[in-house]
C-alpha cells in the first residue's frame, strides 16, 4: 500500500502527463492548422485550440497547487523533491510553449493571404515540425527516466537554430517574388529577432512580478491577472 507521501507525488506526475499530452495536442493541431485552407475547418481547429489552452492554463495551477502541498503536508524525501521540483519548472515552460501556439495562430490569421506568408510557408512547416520533434523527445526523457533523448535535445536546440536560419535565408533567396519582397524578408529576420527577444525580456520581468505577488499575498495572479483583488500593503509595517 502507498503512503500519502508516494500517492501525492504520483498525482503531480499524472497532471503533469495530462498537460504534457494536451500541449502535444495543441502542437499537432497547430501543424493542421497551418495546412488547412478552408475557413471553415480552420475555425473547427481554432476552436479546439482554444479550448485546449484553457485546460493548460488551469493544469499548470494544479500542478503548482499540488506541488506546494506535497512539500508542506507530506515532507517527502530529497529524490521525489527533486522529480518534483522539476515537473513544476517543466510546466511552466509546457504553458509558455502553449502561449506560443495562441501567439503563431493570431499572426497567421493576420498575413495568411500574404505574397511572404506563401513564400514562407514551407520552411516554417519544417520549423514547426523540428520544435514537435524537441518537445516530444525533452518529454519522453522525464516520462521514461531516459537522459539520451534529454541530451539529444539540448545538443540539438543549436543545430535546429542554425538550421532554421539557412532554410528561412535560402528559401527567400529562390523564392518567386520580386527582390524588394527579398530584401524585406531578409530584413524582417533580423527585426523579428530583436522584437521577439525585447518581447521575452518583458514576459520574465511579468513572471517575476507574479511571484512576487505570491511570495507577499499568498495569492496566484497567473492566467488571472491585476483583475484579482489584491490586498492593500499594510503601511504601518
Not at 181 to 209: C, F, G, V, W
Amino acid at each position: 500500500m502507498k503512503t500519502m507521501r508516494e500517492e501525492s507525488i504520483l498525482s503531480i506526475i499524472a497532471s503533469f502527463e495530462e498537460m504534457a499530452d494536451t500541449i502535444l495536442a495543441q502542437l499537432k493541431l497547430l501543424e493542421k492548422f497551418m495546412d488547412e485552407q478552408g475557413e471553415e475547418e480552420r475555425a473547427k481547429i481554432r476552436f479546439e485550440i482554444d479550448k485546449n489552452e484553457v485546460l493548460i492554463d488551469r493544469f499548470e495551477i494544479l500542478v503548482s497547487e499540488k506541488f506546494i502541498n506535497s512539500i508542506i503536508l507530506y515532507q517527502p524525501v530529497a529524490s521525489d523533491i527533486r522529480k518534483a521540483v522539476a515537473i513544476s519548472r517543466m510546466s511552466i515552460n509546457l504553458e509558455r510553449i502553449g502561449d506560443r501556439v495562441i501567439n503563431i495562430i493570431n499572426s497567421i490569421d493576420n498575413i495568411k493571404n500574404s505574397v511572404e506568408y506563401k513564400a514562407m510557408f514551407e520552411v516554417l512547416r519544417v520549423m514547426l515540425l523540428s520544435g514537435i520533434s524537441m518537445v516530444e523527445k525533452a518529454l519522453l526523457s522525464f516520462i521514461n527516466n531516459d537522459n539520451e533523448y534529454a541530451v539529444w535535445t539540448i545538443k540539438n536546440d543549436e543545430v535546429v537554430d542554425d538550421m532554421n536560419s539557412k532554410l528561412l535565408i535560402n528559401s527567400i533567396s529562390k523564392a518567386k517574388v520580386s527582390d524588394k519582397t527579398k530584401e524585406m524578408l531578409l530584413s524582417y529576420i533580423d527585426l523579428k529577432s530583436i522584437i521577439t527577444n525585447l518581447e521575452r525580456i518583458a514576459d520574465h520581468a511579468t513572471n517575476i512580478a507574479e511571484a512576487s505577488i505570491y511570495s507577499i499575498h499568498g495569492m496566484d495572479i497567473r492566467h488571472t491577472g491585476l483583475d484579482t483583488t489584491l490586498p492593500k500593503n499594510d503601511e504601518s509595517k
